[in-house]
């Protein structure tokens, strides 16, 4: 039957021919990835100008423990004796029970520095993220506390579950030589 | 530009930052800390990942097309779960790397790390020249419903080929909102991240344990009726250079392949008809030819229809609409989202204006989603249209996943194993592997 060979040799070489059209695509599509490419990868953070410290960076990381932790710029903080972002409102006493505390999970050391100064520090492995501090230091001080992704916690997913919902998109892809947002400080690593 | 935009807000969020109490100076030789900045993992630790992925797709072509054993498969499929999912915990993946790439080719200034190119491409590759070992023994996806898979029922070739048109519309989907820049829904909806993680959205965990039961008796759920990374592997691995090969020599017909197959991947042979099958079949090739413009036409119409609602996965659309039902009287009370817009005293209008501008892009994204799938819908129907020849049981060169379990159940290949392993073959024992 060689009308059948001829419909055999045409299929095979349709098929060598889209074989190498395949390749050639595939070449293409690489070779313009490549020129948009870079090996910088990129990372999530927050950038704080936007944050509104809802506190979904508390439950909707897909770690367990979420990556977001709250930083301090010391350079912005007041050093207060009644810090707003550690204190209840209205606080029983100005001291360090727990009956007193904003933080839910006592996250905020605080340290006596010199009269009538207090140095704040976030304990990273109590803080949850919550945001609370955040906001009565952004409210009532001077917002020297703030949210950021720890790149050591971080698994920097493709798509950040935090971003998704993030109500004020504050969550942006930013570049790996510049992975913190600081507040006051020049963010070059 | 984007840089240069955030330098400027953080210069102007230092401004609003109001410091109601100046920073002390201190008497004492205290120095103020600076916040600690960790940093991320090393970029290198990227490179032996795909270091990792090329390994592991050598490794499983030799074991599909040399070695020819499923369990060999197996134990590659085990260890590409324990290190892209459990250790790796699903990022970066193949899959999603579709939506890095559809938005680095939408948007000049995404630059696209190498590492997410090298997923996607690599895979692509190798499929073009050996068939999909990708999906039998790298993917941790599909690894995780493979190891379900304990009780295969076949579903009828219909129902496959519709479900099969779903992932048509998960991949237009998918590029459609990474490319406007809205959502990678791949990563967003992705059934099995979940469990690598141990953690995760309750809806999608209920979805991925659905898939994993339905997978007990439904080969691989996901990666045949869902996976828009399949879609792209299926056309390419149907154009590979070396396909999958049930039987080392000749085919008997005896049919075991095709009941062994989870996956309804192994077709019988079409037999001859005088001839008359290399023809195509005239009769339907010229409506389903002359319905091809109209379905293109039809699924653009209804998908750009759609197009408005698409565009709700947006962010700016989403606020948009928000503010305008408060601001009408329709939704009482505010939305993290709308509250902290009305503080940042930013215009309405101009939100309402480049939600509009969204808005009417993605209806003309919906006029091309729908057209490609029209175009698929008619590409499967002229493909019903064509003839196909096969003397023997094969597998399709687009569904074969190359997971190696029909290798065993064919009687020839056993024959060839006992060649390779003993002495010369008794004609005894030749004879009962034959029958």
């Given at each position: 039957m060689p009308n059948q060979d001829n419909a055999l040799d045409r299929r095979d070489l349709i098929k060598k021919g889209l074989h190498g059209l395949a390749l050639l695509v595939t070449g293409g599509v690489s070779g313009f990835l490549a020129e948009r490419s870079q090996a910088n990868s990129y990372h999530w953070q927050i950038d704080p100008s936007k944050c509104i410290a809802c506190g979904n960076c508390a439950t909707y990381c897909v770690l367990e423990e979420s990556a977001v932790k709250c930083v301090n710029t010391y350079a912005m903080c007041g050093y207060c004796n009644l810090c707003t972002a550690f204190f209840e409102p209205a606080p029983k006493s100005l001291n360090t029970g727990a009956e007193n505390q904003l933080c839910p999970t006592g996250a905020i050391l605080r340290t006596f520095i010199e009269e009538p100064y207090y140095e704040y520090k976030i304990d990273e492995s109590l803080c949850i993220a919550?945001?609370?501090?955040?906001?009565?230091?952004?409210?009532?001080?001077?917002?020297?506390?703030?949210?950021?992704?720890?790149?050591?916690?971080?698994?920097?997913?493709?798509?950040?579950?935090?971003?998704?919902?993030?109500?004020?998109?504050?969550?942006?892809?930013?570049?790996?030589?510049?992975?913190?947002?600081l507040k006051g400080m020049d963010n070059k690593a | 530009m984007t840089e240069f935009a955030s330098v400027l807000q953080r210069v102007a969020l230092i401004a609003s930052d109001i410091q109601r109490f100046p920073p002390p100076d201190f008497e004492s030789d205290y120095t103020m800390p600076l916040p600690a900045t960790p940093a991320p993992r090393a970029p290198w630790l990227g490179g032996v990942d795909v270091i990792v992925l090329f390994a592991a797709l050598s490794v499983g072509v030799y074991l599909v097309h040399k070695k020819r054993s499923r369990l060999s498969v197996f134990l590659l499929m085990v260890f590409s779960l324990i290190y892209f999912g459990f250790y790796r915990l699903g990022c970066v993946c193949a899959i999603g790397s579709i939506q890095n790439v559809s938005l680095a080719i939408a948007n000049p200034s995404y630059a696209i790390p190498l590492t997410v190119v090298a997923f996607f491409l690599l895979p692509l590759v190798f499929t073009l020249f050996f068939g999909r070992v990708f999906c039998a023994g790298v993917c941790p996806l599909g690894a995780m419903q493979d190891l379900m898979l304990i009780k295969p029922i076949s579903i009828p070739v219909w129902l496959q080929q519709a479900l099969?048109?779903?992932?048509?519309?998960?991949?237009?989907?998918?590029?459609?909102?990474?490319?406007?820049?809205?959502?990678?829904?791949?990563?967003?909806?992705?059934?099995?991240?979940?469990?690598?993680?141990?953690?995760?959205?309750?809806?999608?965990?209920?979805?991925?344990?659905?898939?994993?039961?339905?997978?007990?008796?439904?080969?691989?759920?996901?990666?045949?009726?869902?996976?828009?990374?399949?879609?792209?592997?299926?056309?390419?691995?149907?154009?590979?250079?070396?396909?999958?090969?049930?039987?080392?020599?000749?085919?008997?017909?005896?049919?075991?392949?095709?009941?062994?197959?989870?996956?309804?991947?192994?077709?019988?042979p079409t037999g001859e008809q005088n001839g008359q099958h290399w023809a195509p079949d005239k009769k339907r090739l010229i409506p389903a030819l002359i319905l091809t413009p109209i379905l293109i036409a039809f699924c653009g119409w209804v998908f750009s229809m759609a197009g408005s609602s698409f565009s709700k996965m947006d962010y700016t659309v989403h606020l948009a609409e928000r503010i305008?039902?408060?601001?009408?009287?329709?939704?009482?009370?505010?939305?993290?989202?709308?509250?902290?817009?009305?503080?940042?005293?930013?215009?309405?209008?101009?939100?309402?204006?480049d939600a509009q501008n969204i808005m009417d892009r993605y209806v003309m994204a919906g006029w091309i989603l729908g057209a490609f799938f029209g175009l698929v819908l008619s590409g499967k129907m002229i493909r019903l249209c064509l003839p196909d020849r096969r003397d023997d049981y094969e597998a399709?060169?687009?569904?074969?996943?190359?997971?190696?379990?029909?290798?065993?159940?064919?009687?020839?290949?056993?024959?060839?194993?006992?060649?390779?392993?003993?002495?010369?073959?008794?004609?005894?024992s030749e004879a009962a592997v034959e029958s």
């Open positions: 919550c945001g609370k501090c955040v906001k009565g230091c952004k409210e009532f001080g001077n917002g020297s506390l703030y949210l950021q992704v720890r790149h050591d916690r971080c698994v920097n997913c493709n798509q950040c579950a935090i971003a998704v919902a993030c109500p004020t998109q504050a969550l942006t892809r930013v570049h790996r030589d510049q992975p913190y947002l | 099969g048109l779903l992932a048509y519309l998960y991949l237009g989907a998918a590029v459609l909102f990474a490319a406007m820049g809205s959502a990678f829904i791949i990563c967003e909806y992705d059934p099995f991240v979940a469990f690598f993680r141990l953690n995760g959205n309750p809806n999608i965990i209920i979805l991925g344990v659905s898939l994993l039961i339905i997978g007990l008796f439904v080969g691989r759920p996901y990666c045949r009726f869902l996976c828009p990374y399949g879609v792209i592997l299926h056309h390419f691995s149907r154009l590979s250079h070396w396909r999958v090969t049930i039987t080392p020599q000749d085919c008997h017909q005896c049919q075991i392949c095709e009941e062994a197959c989870p996956f309804g991947a192994i077709l019988p305008v039902l408060e601001d009408t009287g329709q939704a009482d009370g505010t939305t993290d989202a709308s509250k902290a817009f009305r503080d940042s005293g930013q215009p309405g209008e101009t939100l309402i204006q399709d060169r687009g569904d074969c996943l190359a997971c190696a379990r029909c290798f065993s159940y064919c009687p020839q290949e056993l024959k060839r194993r006992r060649i390779s392993r003993t002495a010369p073959v008794t004609a005894g």
